[in-house]
């Protein structure tokens, strides 16, 4: 039975390159996937994009191209990535100077747009729901932005594209389109879509399957983390796969990481919507056929939703912080000083919410579930609060630092901040609304 | 005992939404688990920091629950001003739980 072997070589933005590498040169895969959107990192790049029309893709784009390229152009392995972000035209073009920069010729180069439908939306363009209440004014909208399905991306595979290059899609789509493509899969084979949709839902958060965020020492120990391998997918023709990762690379992949991973952001695990199939995981299950070697089988799926989803990333003010640390005896009594201090001096300025918090006594789950905490040496005093203003907010970090000065004895390692507050929601537009594009570029 | 003896957690957020899962580590124990952990006890041990019911899904082959947690319209991971704005620490509460 034919099957193809899937690389996962990053789960975030800001993911690690070395486990990518290590995947193009040891892992013998045909596709090296790179996941690099979370919800409102396509509002805050939208935000570049209109200080620098040639900004907006992915901060580590460079990077990563041109640890990876001349590896993956030398084996014939395909990339797929969402690092487009908000301008994949510019993030296409920027590749394809790092290819020439690298004496790569010939490597095509595929950016695909028409996920952003912001202008369609101030148009008036129909919005069928807006499951998290009603938009925010739209003076205060920065982005919009539909997560489409795999059509855009088996478009850019079937011209030929070695690198494709993404807005916003949904993100087993970057995984499911090149098991379509391979396989020649219908794209209204509900429950090999739902298959598909499994393995790309395990492998988007890519060190996540393979031990990182597994770890708590004599619970659930994973060998050598500080060289955390990514994961490989070798799906079959029928759906299941075999999950592993290189040789000889750090973590763990067992059923145990293999579970947490499945039920990851997961809500109804009988209906996970995509824009491709609402995938049914509530059968899948794992076996363990070798020491890092885990199969994975039982996805199902059907009928895709008829709209698609849209997030639309907006300005909502801003949060200003600041920290200042108590130690020693009493150090306790002090930081509660310093607070009720701080109390005094903010009730005047206009805060929608205020929030201080003693970091190392019961700033994480609140004072009832951390009844039982001793008393620690070292407190770290935190006020946060969010108001309409970035003056209002950048008091909170004045007031903090004022109290070397003028608060309780000890205080240091003051530290504040204020940054303005990119918030997302969602809305559901018709799917015959959204049309995308393919613009190929070749080094 | 605490409930960390006989399960593990991870936990996920999607605007307000935190989902935990609950995985028994010997299946053995997960009849139990999904006697003791049930969907009104979580929303009690959560009472102050969530709003509304919560909602479990049981998967018995693997030995998982999987719990859907709502957090108030200001607590979501872009307007929160909690440390822990994701909510990703609640999944390690949930592990304090006595069995």
């Not at chain 1, 990192?41 to 990563?64: F, H, K, M, N």
């Not at chain 1, 690298?102 to 095509?108: D, M």
């Not at chain 1, 004895?409 to 594009?437: K, N, Y």
């Amino acid at each position: 039975m034919k099957t193809v072997r899937i690389g996962a070589g990053a789960g975030y933005s800001g993911d690690r390159i070395d486990p990518a590498v290590e995947l193009a040169e040891k892992g013998d895969i045909s596709y090296l996937i790179f996941e690099c959107l979370a919800e409102r990192t396509i509002a805050i790049a939208q935000e570049a994009r209109l200080l620098d029309p040639s900004a907006g893709y992915d901060p580590l784009l460079e990077a990563r191209m041109e640890a990876v390229l001349p590896l993956c152009v030398r084996q014939g392995i395909r990339i797929i990535s969402n690092m487009g972000a908000a301008n994949p035209r510019a993030a296409a073009a920027k590749t394809c100077e790092i290819a020439r920069s690298l004496g790569l010729r010939g490597v095509r180069i595929a950016a695909v747009t028409g996920d952003d439908v912001v202008q369609q939306l101030r148009a008036g363009e129909e919005i069928v729901e807006t499951p998290e209440g009603p938009l925010p004014p739209r003076d205060r909208w920065l982005s919009a932005n539909a997560y489409l399905g795999v059509a855009s991306i088996l478009d850019a595979l079937r011209s030929g594209a070695d690198v494709i290059l993404t807005g916003r899609v949904a993100d087993p789509a970057l995984f499911l389109a090149p098991l379509i493509h391979e396989f020649g899969w219908a794209l209204d084979d509900w429950n090999l879509l739902g298959q598909g949709t499994v393995v790309g839902h395990l492998l988007e958060c890519a060190g996540q399957l393979t031990g990182g965020y597994f770890a708590d020492p004599g619970y659930k120990d994973v060998p050598d983390l500080a060289h955390l391998g990514f994961p490989i997918a070798e799906v079959s023709s029928e759906g299941s796969a075999i999950l592993s990762k290189v040789e000889g690379s750090g973590g763990l992949l067992s059923c145990a990481t293999c579970t947490e991973q499945l039920l990851y952001e997961i809500q109804n695990p009988s209906a996970y919507y995509t824009p491709d199939v609402v995938a049914d995981f509530s059968h899948v299950s794992f076996e363990e056929i070798g020491p890092n070697r885990v199969r994975v089988s039982g996805g199902a799926g059907v009928v895709r939703p008829s709209s698609f989803k849209v997030s639309v990333g907006y300005r909502d003010g801003y949060i200003g912080e600041g920290q200042i640390s108590y130690a020693g005896p009493n150090a306790l009594a002090r930081a509660e000083l310093a607070h009720s201090i701080l109390a005094e001096r903010l009730a005047s300025h206009p805060f929608s919410e205020l929030r201080f918090d003693f970091i190392g006594l019961n700033s994480i789950h609140g004072p009832r579930l951390s009844k039982d905490a001793p008393t620690p040496y070292e407190i770290r005093l935190r006020a946060a609060g969010r108001a309409a203003s970035s003056a209002t907010a950048g008091s909170i970090a004045r007031e903090v630092e004022a109290l070397y000065t003028n608060g309780p004895a000890g205080g240091g390692g003051a530290f504040g901040s204020t940054r303005e507050i990119v918030a997302i929601i969602s809305a559901l537009i018709p799917q015959e609304s959204i049309c995308h594009e393919i613009t190929m570029l070749e080094s | 005992m605490l409930l960390n003896q006989l399960a593990h957690a991870r936990t996920g957020d999607k605007g307000n939404i935190v989902t935990i899962s609950l995985i028994a580590f010997r299946k053995e124990d997960f009849v139990l688990i999904e006697q003791k952990v049930t969907a009104a006890r979580v929303a009690a041990h959560f009472a102050e920091l969530i709003e509304g019911p919560v909602e479990r899904y049981c998967l018995p082959q693997l030995g998982a629950l999987n719990f859907v947690l709502r957090r108030s319209l200001s607590n979501t991971v872009t307007r929160s001003l909690a440390v822990d704005a994701h909510g990703k620490c609640l999944g390690s509460a949930l592990l304090a739980l006595e069995i």
